[in-house]
């Protein structure tokens, strides 16, 4: 039986996460129809700005990492976040649109290093720590993600109605959304009864150090995961980050477009509430390795048929599996993290692999910006779809089978030769 103080522990968390996404749905849905409408910018010069962002990401996700890890469950890197986020009205109204207009080398870079702390590395952060969080209090950390589906559902309601009004409304939202958050913030127990150490960082006795990181990248099976997880990843998000495009160019008065997609995103996002609920006993099933393998065959599924697509129902059938996609992935990954590598090194390596993401978004986006610009979002998606297939077909050969001593999953940990 779940004790009182269980409750509070996780109604608290979840609060947070469905008040963080929130805030950002609100914004982050419309950035590229933002960057293409308001500021003027086309397929291959947004490609650029979200490339740059991901390099910035790129540098911080791995300090950011370090620093969750350092800090148990220690919430100042939340704080942090929250308070850049709370500046994303002033900063987009009055920072980041005039600079992209006057110089824009001088936006991307500006915009890359605000973006790339509040939210590209801050989802990182605040999915660490309800990892951690969730096995401080034995929970399933899929039933605390959910609540950040929620909040994202919640805000896609209306973020397109209040978009085609004034995107300026719409970071509005995310600023007072976040002054939220900081008070949700304050109320988050850290300490006291009910607490399983061991559980957050096993290794009070031995730290997190610069040499248990470093060992990390000596082990096969380590980059056998970047590879197959970073490869999936590069595809499912570069076509997600122009996709509203995508899907508005289906409509002919495009402010319908814009609150169509708000509507389609509240619906995915509810989709992935209810699988984040319901994954993890699909996992517990079939394996964390299982998991991934079969995140990978539904992208490049979505992927192919949203190529196919004539009609704008059609997406809206279809773009709902990026729920199923997300949920998967997130369950799947930190399962995989908890069975193969050092419980302390979790975020660390969580952090690791979304750097390398990153890294792989920044050279794709301006790539598929052209592809787009020259011959269509549609052939573009084609293609990311099958290079999702191989890699998913690669990876049922390789996944789970790196240095680990055996085959089979196996715990290892990342001071062991």
């Given at each position: 039986m779940?004790?009182?103080?269980?409750?509070?522990?996780?109604?608290?968390?979840?609060?947070c996460l469905?008040v963080?996404y929130?805030a950002?749905?609100?914004?982050?849905?419309?950035?590229?129809?933002?960057?293409?409408?308001?500021v003027?910018?086309?397929?291959?010069?947004?490609g650029?700005?979200?490339?740059?962002?991901?390099?910035?990401?790129?540098a911080?996700?791995?300090?950011?990492?370090?620093?969750?890890?350092?800090?148990g469950?220690?919430?100042?890197?939340?704080?942090?976040?929250?308070?850049?986020?709370?500046?994303?009205a002033?900063?987009?109204?009055?920072v980041?649109q005039p600079?992209?207009?006057?110089?824009?080398?001088?936006?991307?870079?500006?915009?890359?290093?605000y973006?790339s702390f509040?939210?590209?590395?801050?989802?990182?952060?605040?999915?660490s720590?309800?990892?951690?969080?969730?096995?401080?209090?034995s929970?399933?950390?899929?039933?605390?993600r959910?609540?950040g589906?929620?909040?994202?559902?919640?805000?896609?309601?209306?973020?397109g109605?209040?978009?085609?009004l004034?995107?300026?409304?719409?970071?509005?939202?995310t600023?007072?959304a976040?002054?939220?958050?900081?008070?949700l913030?304050?109320?988050l127990?850290t300490?006291?009864?009910?607490?399983?150490?061991?559980?957050?960082?096993?290794?009070?006795?031995a730290?997190?150090?610069?040499?248990?990181?470093?060992?990390?990248?000596?082990q096969?099976?380590?980059?056998?995961?970047?590879?197959?997880?970073?490869?999936?990843i590069?595809m499912?998000q570069?076509?997600?980050?122009?996709?509203?495009?995508?899907?508005v160019?289906f409509?002919?008065?495009?402010?319908?477009?814009?609150?169509?997609?708000?509507?389609?995103?509240?619906?995915?996002?509810a989709?992935?509430?209810?699988?984040?609920?319901?994954?993890p006993?699909?996992?517990n099933k079939?394996g964390?390795?299982?998991?991934?393998?079969?995140?990978?065959?539904?992208?490049g599924?979505?992927l192919?048929?949203s190529?196919?697509?004539?009609?704008?129902w059609?997406i809206?059938?279809?773009?709902?599996?990026?729920?199923?996609?997300?949920?998967?992935?997130?369950v799947?990954?930190?399962?995989?993290?908890?069975?193969?590598?050092?419980?302390r090194?979790?975020?660390?390596?969580?952090?690791?692999?979304?750097?390398?993401?990153?890294?792989?978004?920044?050279?794709?986006?301006?790539?598929?910006g052209?592809l787009?610009?020259?011959?269509?979002?549609a052939?573009?998606?084609?293609?990311?779809?099958?290079i999702?297939?191989v890699i998913?077909l690669?990876?049922?050969?390789v996944?789970?089978?790196?240095?680990?001593?055996?085959?089979?999953?196996?715990?290892?940990?990342?001071?062991?030769?």
């Amino acid at each position: 039986m779940v004790s009182t103080i269980n409750k509070q522990a996780y109604i608290r968390i979840s609060l947070c996460l469905f008040v963080f996404y929130f805030a950002w749905s609100t914004s982050w849905s419309f950035l590229a129809i933002w960057l293409a409408d308001n500021v003027g910018l086309n397929s291959e010069k947004i490609g650029f700005v979200l490339s740059i962002n991901a390099l910035f990401a790129l540098a911080m996700k791995p300090v950011c990492g370090y620093i969750m890890d350092k800090l148990g469950l220690g919430k100042h890197l939340l704080v942090i976040v929250t308070l850049a986020s709370v500046l994303a009205a002033p900063f987009f109204i009055w920072v980041y649109q005039p600079l992209l207009g006057f110089n824009l080398i001088a936006g991307m870079l500006v915009g890359a290093l605000y973006l790339s702390f509040a939210y590209l590395a801050g989802v990182l952060v605040f999915e660490s720590y309800a990892d951690r969080y969730s096995r401080a209090w034995s929970f399933e950390f899929g039933r605390l993600r959910m609540w950040g589906s929620m909040g994202w559902a919640v805000a896609s309601l209306f973020a397109g109605q209040l978009f085609n009004l004034s995107p300026s409304y719409n970071f509005c939202v995310t600023s007072l959304a976040c002054v939220v958050l900081l008070m949700l913030l304050g109320m988050l127990k850290t300490q006291g009864e009910g607490i399983d150490w061991q559980a957050v960082n096993a290794g009070q006795k031995a730290p997190v150090n610069k040499t248990d990181v470093k060992m990390l990248f000596t082990q096969s099976g380590f980059w056998i995961l970047m590879l197959f997880y970073g490869g999936i990843i590069w595809m499912m998000q570069s076509a997600e980050q122009q996709f509203p495009r995508y899907f508005v160019s289906f409509f002919a008065d495009h402010k319908q477009g814009n609150a169509m997609l708000g509507y389609m995103g509240s619906v995915q996002s509810a989709v992935e509430f209810i699988l984040m609920f319901s994954i993890p006993w699909l996992i517990n099933k079939v394996g964390a390795r299982n998991g991934l393998l079969l995140a990978g065959f539904v992208i490049g599924l979505r992927l192919i048929v949203s190529a196919l697509a004539t009609h704008a129902w059609m997406i809206a059938i279809i773009k709902p599996f990026y729920g199923l996609e997300m949920a998967l992935l997130l369950v799947s990954i930190f399962k995989y993290l908890s069975l193969y590598f050092d419980k302390r090194l979790t975020g660390t390596v969580y952090m690791v692999l979304g750097c390398f993401n990153y890294l792989g978004i920044a050279l794709i986006n301006p790539i598929a910006g052209m592809l787009y610009d020259r011959y269509g979002f549609a052939k573009t998606y084609l293609v990311m779809g099958v290079i999702a297939w191989v890699i998913t077909l690669i990876g049922i050969q390789v996944l789970g089978k790196g240095r680990y001593g055996r085959t089979s999953p196996a715990p290892i940990s990342a001071t062991q030769g």
